[in-house]
């Protein structure tokens, strides 16, 4: 049976903006993969000709569909939280529903964002990495949510960091990485998937001097595993996983 990977994130865009070359590589291995965004991003700044709030989510979904494609990810899903309010989420509630995912795509790897909220330190993102974190050790247990479907536990959860501060922004307090992936193979790939993000344009045109100068990789920082280990640097999220 073939590896998976799963990748929990807030925002329509999340999945290029930060996770693309991840999920383009996956794919080019052909490694299943899941993208889980939690909103459809009616908050943004960036609102295209919306009018309101619903149309600016309902061009956002397609943004994100088109840009999953674009990525080749395998099954994606865009659940139905508020955008801008995830920190008020009912924790438990909402990390039963990750767990009833995980444990319905059983997956060795998964990917999100890290408590520093990604570069732009953005409150939701933090909410992902927390809840996804929660739901990665919980799935595994049989005495936790059990009946959200039969327990999994992933080998792997790593979240996205970076070797780099975002310029005109306050800096995160970025996590060490241990895991460099070269995306250059997949890169025209990431920024092709950003495009599908029509209404997100303006934002395309701030970062592109900032991807031009760092795009060649993504960084990410192993902080569970099966196997008791040191840190140590590596290439690969799947490296030494049987698939
Ligand atoms: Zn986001």
């Known amino acids: 049976m073939g590896l998976k990977l799963m990748?929990?994130?807030?925002h329509p865009d999340d999945e290029c903006f930060g996770f693309g070359g991840a999920l383009a590589l996956a794919a080019d291995r052909g490694i299943e993969t899941y993208v889980?965004?939690?909103?459809?991003?009616q908050a943004a700044t960036n609102r295209g000709n919306a009018a309101t709030g619903a149309a600016?989510?309902?061009?956002?979904?397609?943004?994100f569909r088109r840009s999953c494609k674009v990525l080749r990810v395998t099954?994606?899903?865009?659940?139905?939280?508020?955008?801008?309010?995830l920190e008020f989420v009912e924790f438990p509630v909402a990390v039963g529903r990750l767990v009833e995912r995980m444990r319905r795509f059983?997956?060795?790897v998964v990917i999100t964002f890290g408590g520093d909220g990604g570069q732009n330190t953005h409150a939701d993102h933090m909410m992902a990495s927390m809840l996804t974190t929660a739901a990665f050790h919980w799935a595994g247990r049989a005495k936790r949510y059990s009946d959200a479907g039969s327990p999994h536990q992933a080998q792997r959860l790593y979240y996205l960091t970076a070797n780099f501060h975002m310029p005109d922004r306050p800096p995160a307090m970025v996590m060490p990485w241990t895991v460099t992936l070269d995306i250059r193979?997949?890169?025209?790939?990431?920024?092709?998937?950003?495009?599908?993000?029509?209404s997100q344009a303006p934002l395309?045109?701030?970062?592109?001097a900032m991807f031009e100068r760092y795009g060649a990789e993504e960084c990410y920082a192993l902080v569970a595993a099966a196997e008791p280990q040191p840190a140590r640097q590596g290439t690969d999220l799947f490296e030494g996983l049987p698939g």
Request: glycine letters at 6%.
């Open 36 to 41: 889980v965004c939690l909103t459809d991003g």
């Open 56 to 63: 600016l989510g309902q061009m956002r979904r397609d943004e």
């Open 7 to 10: 990748c929990v994130t807030a």
């Open 75 to 85: 099954q994606h899903e865009l659940m139905d939280y508020q955008d801008g309010r």
């Open 204 to 208: 395309m045109e701030k970062t592109k």
């Open 185 to 198: 193979s997949v890169r025209e790939r990431k920024t092709e998937a950003f495009r599908q993000h029509v």
């Open 106 to 108: 059983r997956p060795e």
